[in-house]
């Protein structure tokens, strides 16, 4: 049984030159190798060293293990959403700060696409019923902003659909911290060319081909549509009260240890070791679109 998706040779634009990528092939084009960690402007030519990673992770998951402690103690709520285009690396975060949390109180949410009883509801309504109730920890792979770039640019949505969200989600997510929920935002971004690399090798991963749908394959030809959908969202829906942290995730091991570092350091906990949380590194992640539009 062949397991890879349909794909087709699809012909890109990058840097203003014209390439023509076909994913089957079993060789990652030299143009995307030697481009992919570099790509929109990734300020580090090497990835962080694994051992050091390993080293700063268990110290800041011990710390995620505290913090929970903490909201069942006293029944605070803590949500995150993670957005970001395909293969950025939303999955593997999550992934990462719930290795060692207490799944009873901890979970990822990572909703398919909305049967026909959810097209008929409120847009938001779908998500509600997953947020947290006291002392739990919800994490959103993908959430409502499907909305603000999946949907419009493959015409999942009118119009009409669109611009209203865009309207309404600053309103939504006020209720949201009114309430008292701890609520935060990611974007994760990468390049082209890491997200080319990145698709190739699910591709030619048997264990990751899953991962790898026809829409994402459509997506690479896609890339402006979705960068426009993007800017607009996070200029609309960048504010004080919920605002977006920017995170550069070419380098996977970097972009997972400011996310954590990020909700840590934003949280007052007990038994906290500011040694162990560590700092943030002000050239992976920053708040809001003017990030990105730093050299």
Not at 140 to 155: K, L, M
Not at 269 to 287: A, R
């Amino acid at each position: 049984m062949n397991t890879k998706p349909e794909s087709r040779a699809i012909e890109l634009k990058l840097d203003g030159e014209k390439r023509v990528f076909d994913i089957d092939d079993p060789q990652l084009p030299k143009w995307v190798a030697d481009k992919s960690l570099a790509s929109d402007g990734f300020p580090y030519d090497k990835k962080m060293d694994e051992k050091d990673y390993a080293d700063q992770l268990k110290k800041v998951q011990i710390e995620l293990v505290k913090l929970q402690f903490w909201l069942q103690q006293t029944g605070h709520r803590l949500m995150a959403l993670f957005e970001g285009r395909d293969a950025a690396g939303k999955g593997g975060t999550i992934k990462n700060i719930l290795t060692y949390m207490n799944p009873r109180y901890a979970r990822d949410v990572a909703l398919s696409k909305p049967t026909e009883t959810e097209r008929g509801q409120w847009y938001f309504q779908r998500y509600i019923n997953h947020f947290p109730t006291a002392g739990e920890f919800v994490l959103f792979d993908r959430s409502w902003y499907n909305r603000a770039v999946v949907e419009p640019v493959n015409g999942f949505c009118t119009p009409e659909q669109y611009e209203r969200f865009l309207a309404e989600v600053p309103r939504f997510e006020r209720l949201i911290e009114q309430d008292g929920i701890h609520f935060f935002k990611f974007w994760l971004n990468i390049g082209q060319e890491m997200q080319i690399e990145r698709f190739h090798d699910r591709r030619h991963d048997p264990l990751k081909v899953w991962k790898l749908s026809p829409i994402d394959i459509v997506a690479l030809g896609k890339w402006n549509d979705y960068t426009e959908k993007r800017d607009r969202m996070l200029t609309e829906t960048h504010t004080a009260y919920a605002p977006w942290t920017v995170v550069k995730a070419n380098d996977k091991r970097r972009a997972r240890l400011n996310v954590v570092r990020h909700i840590l350091r934003s949280m007052e906990y007990d038994g906290k070791d500011d040694s162990n949380v560590g700092e943030l590194d002000p050239k992976i992640s920053g708040s809001g679109p003017d990030f990105l539009k730093q050299d």
